[in-house]
Structure formats: C-alpha cells, structure tokens
C-alpha cells in the first residue's frame, strides 16, 4: 500500500544517537499510529495521534517520543537510542470517519541499535 | 492489564487442509476482532474482521468465527494454498486508540 510511506526503510545506528524515523500517508485518514515489532511479541503500540495537535502514550512509550506535524505526518524520535530499541517499527493510519477502523500500515523501517 | 492470547504459535498443514488459528482477550469491553496477515519482508494487511453483535463471518476461504461469552475467536482458513503461508496476526479492540495484538503464529504450507 503505498500510501503509507517510513523512511528510512533500514537503519544502523549507534547507542546513544538520537534519530528520527518519518512517515508520511496520502490516504487523507485523520489518525497515525507508531508500532514496534518483536519476533513472538506481536505489534505493540508506541503512540498514537488522533489529529494534528493530538498525542497519545501508548502501551511502551518510554524513550520515545513523536511529532505530528501535519495531518499527513507522524514521526517517531529516539532521543538516546539502547540496543533494546533494536526492532521493526511501523507506522499506520485510520480513518476515524469509517465504521470500522482498519489500520493501514507503512513497509516498516528496521532499526538496529549496536 | 488487557491481553490477547493466541494459538499455535507455529502451524504447518499439508497444502489443501484447513488451518486455524485461536486467540482469547481478557477485556470483555472488545468490541472489533480484526485479522491482519504479514508475509515474509512486508506490512501487515487485514485480511477480514468481524464485530461483537456478530458471531461468524466468512470471506472466501476464510471465516472468523466470535465467543463474547467464552472471550475467544478464531481465524479459518480452507483449502490451504502455498500463498497463504504469512505471518498471522489477531487483535482485540474497544477503541482506535486501544487495540492489542496477539504474538502472531507462522502459518506454513507444505506442498
């Protein structure tokens, strides 16, 4: 789906960097998600935004932070990254206007933290 | 806190089986039980969801069936194809802003 879109896709990083990982959706949906993928933990939320001036905690938000700078916009920030911060992360979009809210995920940005 | 449990953690069936695939939520306030399905190297997509006020719902070769009073739902899939081989994912949610997943189960089919 290319509407939703994560750079980077790939990225190498060193303890203690700060980085930043973006997403960007043309699906005109209102609210964006952050999620972080473990092998055998499944999907787990890091924040959430609703609309623009909106942020949300989500279940492990520690260590994380987000901006959301437009409505199309929702990025994701590690201020001193740790080696446990190693994971798939995505990004995804709902439409609060539909009746079921299906998330639309981005390809996902691999994170290595050495 | 609120949970998802689902079961197998790995699956492998003979290609032309059905395969299931379980999970049981601890918040008996869920009201929307969507399925995504991730293939290997890409983003998961929902494959079909079903709501509380409805206890099976079928697509194809696939249903999902719904226990409000057991708290457990399944994912069906028949006649297995190779294609269906992915990464499965159920969730349970009350809220956009509260949806969890379950720890996913590796679904292989042998040829």
């Known amino acids: 789906d290319a509407d939703v879109t994560q750079t980077p896709r790939n990225r190498i990083t060193k303890t203690g960097k700060r980085i930043m990982l973006e997403c960007s959706q043309t699906?005109?949906?209102?609210?964006m998600y952050w999620y972080r993928q473990d092998p055998g933990l499944g999907l787990r939320l890091i924040y959430y935004?609703?609309?623009?001036?909106?942020?949300n905690k989500g279940e492990i938000s520690d260590g994380y932070s987000v901006s959301r700078q437009a409505q199309a916009k929702f990025s994701l920030s590690l201020e001193s990254a740790i080696p446990n911060q190693t994971a798939l992360y995505f990004c995804?979009?709902?439409?609060?206007?539909?009746?079921?809210?299906?998330?639309?995920f981005g390809p996902g940005t691999r994170l290595l933290v050495l | 806190g609120e949970n998802v449990e689902q079961h197998p953690s790995t699956l492998s069936v003979q290609e032309g089986d059905s395969a299931v695939i379980k999970c049981t939520y601890s918040?008996?306030?869920?009201?929307?039980f969507p399925w995504y399905k991730q293939e290997l190297g890409k983003r998961p997509q929902l494959i079909i969801d079903?709501?509380?006020?409805?206890g099976e719902k079928k697509d194809q070769r696939i249903a999902v069936t719904l226990n409000k009073t057991a708290k457990h739902f399944s994912l069906h899939i028949t006649e297995t194809q190779p294609e269906d081989s992915a990464v499965y994912f159920c969730?349970?949610?009350?809220?956009?802003?509260?949806?969890?997943f379950g720890s996913g189960t590796r679904l292989s089919i042998r040829p």
């Open positions: 918040d008996s306030a869920s009201n929307y």
């Open positions: 969730a349970a949610s009350i809220s956009a802003s509260k949806i969890i």
């Open positions: 995804a979009t709902s439409d609060s206007g539909q009746t079921q809210e299906t998330q639309y």
């Open positions: 699906k005109g949906h209102d609210r």
């Open positions: 079903i709501r509380s006020n409805v």
């Open positions: 935004s609703f609309d623009v001036k909106d942020i």
